[in-house]
């Protein structure tokens, strides 16, 4: 989804793509080739991808009924957390087994809404607007391709921040995820 300021092509906007790619491109090239070679694209079958479905030590609620999820967050102005992942991924399983289900169960609990989205499954979920659709295309929708990708939107599926991308600075990532929730609070209380 694009927000009217992501329109634009000031000099902000031409520094965070420039910024994307940087990341984009980094986050590759670090990674062996062995693990770039694990991220198959999904294959279709009546049950989501065709393979069964990793289970992670640590998860989230998944997004199964985001408008659901968007009537509880206006009710209570509560922002909306979506933890975008990937079968396979050992950053994914860090960031949700260190920070994101902690924060989801202990200062964040009631204050926020939680929800994980498999950027390679085709899982079935309601939109924001109540459209049926998938994890992949929801994760395509809003253009995330990397992962894990924390992104806090609004009841009606705005971003309310940037997106934070990848686990790159681990010392650093509980207070970039804090901040953004915090953020993006402020912004729904005002």
Not at 46 to 55: D, E, H, L, P
Not at 105 to 131: H, M, N, S, Y
Request: proline content about 7%; glycine content about 8%; charged content about 25%.
């Amino acid at each position: 989804m694009k927000r009217s300021e992501d329109v634009d092509s000031g000099p902000r906007h031409a520094r965070r793509d420039a910024l994307r790619r940087i990341l984009a491109s980094g986050a590759l090239a670090l990674a062996p080739a062995p693990a770039l070679a694990q991220a198959p694209k999904a294959k279709a079958s009546a049950s989501g991808t065709g393979r069964s479905a990793v289970r992670r030590r640590a998860e989230l609620p998944p997004a199964n009924d985001l408008a659901a999820d968007a009537a509880a967050s206006r009710r209570e102005r509560l922002p909306i957390l979506l933890f975008f992942d990937r079968d396979e991924c050992p950053y994914c399983e860090q960031a949700l087994r260190e920070y994101l289900v902690p924060f989801s169960r202990e200062e964040w609990q009631g204050k926020a809404l939680f929800r994980q989205v498999g950027i390679d499954r085709r899982d079935p979920v309601l939109d924001f607007g109540g459209a049926r659709t998938t994890h992949q295309a929801l994760a395509e929708r809003y253009g995330v391709f990397l992962s894990p990708t924390v992104l806090v939107v609004d009841a009606n599926g705005l971003p309310l921040g940037e997106p934070i991308v990848g686990l790159l600075t681990v010392d650093f990532y509980g207070a970039y995820i804090d901040n953004a929730l915090k953020a993006a609070r402020a912004r729904l209380a005002g």
